[in-house]
């Protein structure tokens, strides 16, 4: 009996030590066919490429794109290439060079192929899939590339996305990948050194001011290239010769100067021109873009001194690796929008270094991290983003409604527009002048006298001086007044006895001085009752029917306007009609789901109605969206 047992339980015991190994090893060679075949990398990175083009297709929102077309569609027409500001009235005649005219004229071009600048949401697409496909060609490693690419490409574009933005950077974000490319590829010296002096050019005509991040990387890996001395100081020149091979010449010097050197970021707040510093790691700052950042950083460093023989051959070169990483590094912490040219460089290292694990348990940190970036921040960022996926230009981030009113109705006088807009009217109001807009430096003298006008009281007069009788705005927010109460922000800027509130959208407010140039468009188009900087639950008792009537030619104007949207469910709500303003108040979220506003009027509602499950949602998303949009 025993014996019997003994000879049974043999082979169950053998069964038992034999059947994980191998389903170990079965699942070993399945991984390896997966994630190891050079055809399942290349398909990968190809779907990874339109994967992150397609969630990238974002509305238009950069507010530079505009002037950046104006001024192809000049040089088109055969103007020189621009040198001094002639599309503002503040500015006009100051020096200011257009450092991007190579690109500038190929978004012109790009803006005949449809209306309503469509084909920009396309071609940004377009270019952040190439910029995709080719940091999957850097990620190339290991025994596992395609897992190597799945989990850098997501680290990357969550890192950089903030700068993916449809302008001339994006190019010669484009260019740089190439570069490196080009120079860890099995190409001869002579072919390397010759394709990346073209790369160097166009780059440099592209966008002269980023060249500079290609121009290090080429002249130092030709620095230290295996042959002569001579050679090597030759090319090193003529590549830092090309950032001079543009129509501005040696005057770029000065650009750089003036726009890296001794730019002041806060004196405009340009959030991408910032210094790093620890505040910026805070979810309400730059969230996990910048400790992706970090860590990346930290992971590099650990990658470099990993031995030299796991490295590609040109990142075995300590002293190139570390004085590019040092250098682009230092750039990095000191504009913040120069990160992904840091990242980018150092992606061979780091994929070397994480296509050398090969056991379960190194292997652990690295498939966490891709399920993390995956699972968790790659849908948030897709869900959460400052800009929707679709065609055409967004309306919650440029005047478009606003712009197209006073095109229409052609008010008399100088116009003042808030900063963020001046570049999209430099294309869509050819004919209105700007007192600033992004190109940011030739406006630094009006925007000083600007804010001085405001903090002394002398806003009114400032404004008389500059003969500035339109004024686009950004929209106001209620105040405190210690006689008053609550008025509207813009009230002690644009008082209504000098001023007529006559339009505005979901983004913009459009102000004309009450001459007599404009009082026929005054008497056609004032709202005398909507004060737009107070909430519209504040309607005056007694006067809901004065509201209501402004409030649907509000909505005939601007058929999305939230907060006329929001004001006639105000009006509904007190007539007893709650579900009609619910169903007001959620359209107005459909329009902007981000709207602070319109969340917390329906968190109000839905405490109203003792709505557990939707006070519980709101309150989440109120959470998340406070974070994102917190000064």
């Known amino acids: 009996m025993s014996a019997t047992r003994n000879s049974r339980s043999g082979p169950r015991a053998a069964a038992r030590t034999t059947a994980p190994a191998g389903v170990f090893a079965g699942l070993a060679q399945e991984l390896d066919a997966l994630f190891g075949s050079v055809r399942a990398w290349q398909f990968g990175i190809v779907g990874l490429a339109l994967l992150f083009g397609a969630i990238s297709h974002w509305v238009i929102f950069e507010y530079d794109l505009f002037w950046q077309v104006r001024f192809g569609r000049e040089l088109l027409a055969g103007a020189p290439v621009q040198s001094i500001d002639r599309w503002s009235h503040t500015a006009f005649g100051t020096p200011y060079r257009n450092i991007q005219w190579l690109s500038t004229i ?44 799945i989990l850098l490409v997501p680290w990357i574009y969550l890192a950089s996305w903030f700068r993916l933005q449809m302008r001339p950077d994006l190019f010669a974000a484009c260019i740089f990948a190439a570069l490196l490319l080009l120079l860890l590829s099995n190409a001869s010296d002579a072919r390397k050194r010759l394709g990346g002096l073209a790369l160097l050019l166009l780059s440099a005509n592209v966008h002269t001011g980023t060249v500079v991040f290609g121009i290090l990387l080429y002249s130092s890996y030709a620095l230290t290239a295996n042959s002569s001395w001579r050679n090597r100081l ?42 790093f510093s620890t505040s910026l790691l805070e979810l309400s700052q730059g969230g996990w873009a910048l400790r992706l950042w970090v860590a990346y950083c930290g992971l590099a460093l650990i990658s470099l001194f990993q031995p030299k023989a796991r490295l590609p051959a040109l990142y075995q070169n300590r002293l190139f690796v570390l004085g590019v990483a040092g250098l682009l590094t230092l750039e990095s912490l000191h504009h913040i929008r120069a990160i992904h040219y840091q990242m980018v460089f150092l992606l061979p290292a780091v994929a070397t270094f994480i296509g050398s694990l090969t056991s379960r348990i190194q292997l652990a940190a690295p498939l966490a991290a891709a399920c993390f970036l995956w699972g968790g921040l790659l849908p948030e960022q897709i869900h959460t983003s400052a800009h929707p996926i679709g065609d055409g230009v967004s309306n919650l981030d440029l005047p478009v409604e606003s712009a197209a009113f006073i095109a229409a109705v052609r008010p008399t006088g100088k116009l003042h527009n808030a900063y963020p807009f001046g570049g999209y009217l430099i294309d869509v109001l050819p004919d209105y002048p700007v007192s600033i807009d992004g190109r940011e430096l030739p406006f630094a003298a009006f925007r000083d006298e600007m804010s001085s006008a405001i903090g002394t009281g002398r806003y009114a007069e400032f404004l008389r001086e500059h003969h500035i009788d339109i004024v686009l705005e950004t929209l106001p927010g209620p105040l405190r007044d210690l006689q008053q109460g609550m008025i509207d922000g813009h009230e002690p800027l644009y008082p209504r006895q000098e001023w007529a509130t006559v339009f505005f959208d979901n983004i913009s407010i459009v102000y004309l001085r009450r001459t007599d140039a404009n009082s026929r468009i005054i008497a056609q188009h004032e709202y005398q009752a909507i004060h737009r900087g107070i909430s519209p639950n504040q309607i005056q008792r007694g006067a809901e029917a004065f509201y209501d009537r402004e409030y649907e030619r509000c909505l005939n104007e601007v058929a999305d306007s939230i907060y006329c949207r929001m004001g006639k469910a105000t009006i509904l709500a007190r007539q007893g009609q709650g579900d009609s303003a619910l169903a007001l108040l959620n359209e107005a979220r459909r329009i902007d789901p981000k709207s602070l506003e319109v969340l917390v009027s329906l968190l109000q509602a839905a405490q109203g109605r003792n709505d557990q499950a939707a006070i519980e949602e709101l309150v989440q998303t109120l959470d998340r969206v406070g974070h994102r949009m917190a000064p």
């Open 234 to 275: 030759v090319y090193a020149g003529l590549g830092f010769l090309c950032w001079f091979a543009t129509p501005n010449g040696i005057t770029i010097l000065q650009i750089v100067r003036d726009n890296a050197l001794t730019y002041d970021w806060s004196r405009t707040h340009n959030p991408d021109l910032q210094p």
């Open 106 to 149: 190929f978004m012109a071009l790009v803006a005949k192929l449809a209306p309503g600048y469509i084909a920009f949401g396309y071609l940004r697409s377009l270019f952040i899939a190439g910029w995709i496909y080719l940091l999957g060609r850097l990620s190339r490693a290991g025994r596992w590339p395609l897992f190597v690419a």
